[in-house]
């Protein structure tokens, strides 16, 4: 007659945990110890990566703010170049204005002195 033993599942990291028999304490405690510096090489190492990666992320937005300040300055600038067009659209038409307002006063010169030269004439 066979007898069937129940017995409880433990995950991995339980059973490993779990002392073993035939190891003294002393050796227990070295292979906890030598877990735990397994476990805290790999958390350093993790810390290492996040520093690296903040490091990095730094950098980056170092460069982002700067081109944000160029791209500033070239808005500004552009600004005040479309400023000074718009200024200069401006006196351009006073010019076409002026220009064509001394054509018109010339016309009307001209035919005064017409008008003068035909008066001292007759």
Known sequence: MDKTVKTRAFSADIKSA?????????????????????QLEEAQKKSFE???????????????????????????????RLKGSVDLEAKAKKVVELEAKVKELSEVLGKISGIAATGKVG
Not at 23 to 34: D, G, I, R, W, Y
Not at 54 to 74: G, R
Request: charged fraction near 30%.
């Open 50 to 80: 996040y520093l690296k990666t903040i490091a990095q992320l730094q950098e980056s937005l170092k460069q982002e703010k700067a081109k944000s300040a160029e791209m500033a300055e070239k808005a500004v600038m552009l600004e005040s």
């Open 18 to 38: 779990a002392p073993q028999s035939n190891l003294s304490e002393a050796q227990e405690k070295t292979l906890e110890l030598a877990r735990k510096n397994a």
